[in-house]
């Protein structure tokens, strides 16, 4: 299903790319313990996490990012709140991987004092929880100030480096039907080309202007350096 959404995406929208957060988006799900049923609000990765224990009844980290085929990190933040948070705990880790992680003189400890979750620790679902709600919402682990920023700046640049075979296509379509334009001109119509799109940086057009310069796609008159026209 997500490939068929993917193919009618990229047809649809062309130079558009589509990024699946699952960590963005939430679930409901009617789960059965020995106490009786109870409405868990989870995350979609959470929603996929719980999923495996309906036909496994013990897990590593490991297997679960095999099985989900995403990093370790993005199962351990899905993981946290469903282990360590007070009165929604529906998953435990088994018990001998956490005596082994105690003893260890290695085991590094998270900022709320918790041991971090390592690769080889096991998970088991936990039948015996209880809580006097029916309706339950369990969060993600939050991620830190750092790592939000990080990954803005991450995004940020695909998105620019995305934006750069757009810029250079406008100024090609726009040189194509006039063959001759003015530096301004030029500047000024790419934007207006591009306005449904995103906003054009000016500095960003000049570049591509340059780089198509050096591909020799586009020239400078020769009678007025102000004035471009299409060599293809």
């Known amino acids: ?32 313990f020995n106490s009786g049923e ?11 996490i719980l999923e495996i224990f309906n036909d496994h ?4 980290l490991r297997q679960m990012a095999k ?14 709140g469903m282990i360590f948070s007070k009165g929604k705990n529906v998953l435990l880790r088994n018990a ?8 260890n003189k290695d085991a590094s400890m998270d900022s709320s004092g918790e ?21 339950i919402k369990i969060f993600t682990s939050s991620t830190s100030k750092q790592e939000t920023m990080e990954e803005a ?14 810029i250079e296509a406008a100024i090609v379509r726009v040189l194509k039907a006039k063959r001759k334009v003015e530096h301004n001109a030029l500047i000024a119509e790419v934007a207006v080309a591009l306005r449904n799109r995103f906003k054009v940086d000016v500095g960003e057009t000049k570049r591509r202007i340059e780089r198509l310069i050096e591909l020799e796609y586009v020239a400078r008159d020769d009678e007025d350096r102000k004035i471009y026209r299409y060599l293809c």
């Open 1 to 32: 299903m997500q490939k068929l959404f993917v193919n009618h995406y990229e047809v649809s929208y062309g130079a558009r790319r589509i990024a699946w957060r699952p960590d963005c988006g939430t679930a409901e799900l009617k789960v059965q």
């Open 38 to 48: 109870k409405l868990l609000i989870v995350s979609t990765m959470q929603m996929c």
């Open 57 to 60: 009844e013990m897990v590593s």
């Open 67 to 80: 099985i989900l085929d995403v990093e370790y990190d993005t199962c351990i933040k899905s993981l946290h």
């Open 96 to 103: 001998k991987t956490c005596m082994s992680q105690t003893n």
């Open 115 to 135: 041991a971090r979750i390592s690769k080889d620790d096991v998970f088991v679902f936990n039948d015996d929880f209880e809580s006097k709600h029916y309706r």
């Open 153 to 166: 700046n991450r995004t940020a640049e695909i998105i620019h480096e995305d934006r750069k075979p757009e």
